[in-house]
Antibody, heavy 126, light 108 residues
Framework: EVQLLESGGGLVQPGGSLRLSCAASGFTFSSYAMSWVRQAPGKGLEWVSAISGSGGSTYYADSVRGRFTISRDNSKSTLYLQMNSLRAEDTAVYYC???????????????????WGQGTMVTVSS | SSELTQDPAVSVALGQTVTITCQGDSLRSYYAGWYQQKPGQAPVLVIYGKNNRPSGIADRFSGSSSGNTASLSITGAQAEDEADYYCNSRDSSNNHWVFGGGTKLTVL
């Protein structure tokens, strides 16, 4: 069974740090780009960061660039999100998600997130 | 960066057909993914690409696209389809991904 399991969430003070992990199973982890998506309480989904299958390319939303770092250990089938300088507005459920792809007739790649973890709650508060 | 716009709420009578739309410049270049999210649960992908359903998704869900608008249709809506629905796509201007604000679907 394809599965993603996040861990590492919790309560942290403003300015603090936290490291999230996402353990993958049931698929060839290194073959797929991965992403983090968050959802503030009562709000919609917000894309946070993504990383290529090899880990050589990383991408960040403007709201977290310079504070968050995405990484992966393909030998452990695990995705990470190091979060520094946390702010109250970073309070959210953080989901890890696996990319899937669709190629159109011209060869352009279209992607979506086909597998999601159950999420881990991060609360930034004093 | 691009934005995706969805109607905040839509309702449908049990057994009828409903269409949820998503508008944005990125949809001129990329197909949308559509996600269903029920309270307290993680999102579930229901449509991706031109009109692809992941394994296990009911065939009453379908997708289409025209210009800057993507649409998710549910033909013969069921009570269990009541949920929040989100669209997303790659941002056409950079290596970012964007989500719509979500549509709350009520089945009457």
């Amino acid at each position: 069974e394809v599965q993603l399991l996040e861990s590492g969430g919790g309560l942290v003070q403003p300015g603090g740090s936290l490291r999230l992990s996402c353990a993958a199973s049931g698929f060839t982890f290194s073959s797929y780009a991965m992403s983090w998506v968050r959802q503030a309480p009562g709000k919609g989904l917000e894309w946070v960061s993504a990383i290529s299958g090899s880990g050589g390319s990383t991408y960040y939303a403007d709201s977290v660039r310079g504070r968050f770092t995405i990484s992966r250990d393909n030998s452990k089938s695990t995705l990470y999100l190091q979060m520094n300088s946390l702010r109250a507005e970073d309070t959210a459920v953080y989901y890890c998600a696996k990319f899937t792809y669709y190629y159109d007739s011209s060869g352009r790649k279209h992607d979506a997130f086909d597998i999601w973890g159950q999420g881990t709650m991060v609360t930034v508060s004093s | 960066s691009s934005e995706l716009t969805q109607d905040p709420a839509v309702s449908v009578a049990l057994g009828q057909t409903v269409t949820i739309t998503c508008q944005g410049d990125s949809l001129r270049s990329y197909y949308a993914g559509w996600y269903q999210q029920k309270p307290g649960q993680a999102p579930v992908l229901v449509i991706y690409g031109k009109n692809n359903r992941p394994s296990g998704i009911a065939d009453r869900f379908s997708g289409s696209s025209s210009g800057n608008t993507a649409s998710l249709s549910i033909t013969g809506a069921q009570a269990e389809d009541e949920a929040d629905y989100y669209c997303n796509s790659r941002d056409s201007s950079n290596n970012h991904w964007v989500f719509g604000g979500g549509t709350k679907l009520t089945v009457l």
